[in-house]
């Protein structure tokens, strides 16, 4: 799933490619993709597009008075639609602008799960966003600290869970974990002071440099080309240490990381009943 850095950098490529056009028409093409009934997404029609942003993994099309909020999900993808087909593969919504040009929300597989909700402006934000915490990179130490003592958890559950610090997904969190050099089994309610200022210093780094690879990419690209330390390189050396990178393989993601750098050399099981380092 796209995780923050990959959202703010399409948004600053799609807002300026059309930050300034009049919307002339939105078209949900799946019955499922639309979310919400109030704000109409009509009272779009002809308002000025003024910016895309971004809210932790979610995109916002900001408009003069509704904005549209736009989750990818695992495989969504919102990009320039040149075709404009009646029925586009794994169409899931369209946006067309006054002057000929349109954008399309695509997914690809079965389960289509990306969405789109409009929210007024004025008024209360779309209910997807109203219980994510602090976007990860505006956090501030003393907010994450208290987000990890608030609920009792692993640490990289936590980085991955949006209640706490929104934004950040699996590899982004093998990343901070690997950064900040904990477990990341580790629990919340255990970590010290140092180790909220090791892991709020490793969220800022990681963000910011994968930042930097994301804004000189023409569009998103897939997980495993993004540049990392620990995240997708079992078996490869640890940059810092030389020791190999080992995993925690679950039935939908993997969990990366050093053992030399983060547990003590303590390998930790590959299953998911073992008892993992605290």
């Not at 349109?102 to 969405?115: K, N, S, V, W, Y």
């Not at 210093?201 to 080309?225: H, W, Y």
Request: hydrophobic share 35%; proline share 5%.
């Amino acid at each position: 799933m796209p995780e923050l850095p990959e959202v703010r950098a399409h948004a600053e490529r799609l807002t300026a490619e059309f930050g300034g056009a009049s919307l002339d028409r939105f078209r949900p093409i799946s019955f499922t993709v639309l979310k919400t009934i109030a704000p109409p997404a009509e009272e779009a029609i002809g308002q000025r597009l003024h910016r895309f942003s971004t809210r932790g993994k979610l995109l916002r099309i900001e408009f003069d008075t509704v904005n549209f909020v736009v989750h990818l999900m695992q495989g969504g993808r919102l990009r320039p639609d040149e075709k404009q087909s009646a029925k586009p593969r794994g169409g899931q919504a369209r946006w067309v602008f006054d002057d000929g040009r349109a954008l399309l929300l695509t997914e690809a597989g079965t389960e289509h799960r990306a969405g789109v909700w409009v929210e007024s402006r004025e008024g209360p934000e779309a209910e997807i966003l109203t219980d994510l915490g602090p976007d990860a990179d505006t956090i501030t130490v003393a907010h994450l600290s208290e987000a990890l003592g608030a609920r009792s958890m692993r640490v990289h559950g936590f980085l991955r869970s949006q209640s706490g610090t929104a934004g950040l997904g699996r590899r982004c969190a093998n990343e901070v974990c690997h950064r900040a050099r904990l477990s990341p089994f580790s629990t919340t309610t255990k970590l010290t002071e140092t180790d909220a200022v090791a892991l709020h210093t490793a969220i800022g780094a990681v963000i910011d440099e994968s930042l930097v690879f994301e804004r000189g990419n023409d569009e998103m690209v897939a997980s495993k080309d993004r540049p990392g330390q620990v995240h997708n390189r079992t078996g490869e050396p640890c940059p810092v240490c030389g020791d190999v990178i080992r995993e925690v393989a679950y039935n939908r993601y993997t969990v990366n990381y050093c053992a030399t750098c983060q547990t003590d050399g303590k390998v930790l099981a590959d299953n998911t009943t073992s008892k993992f380092l605290k």
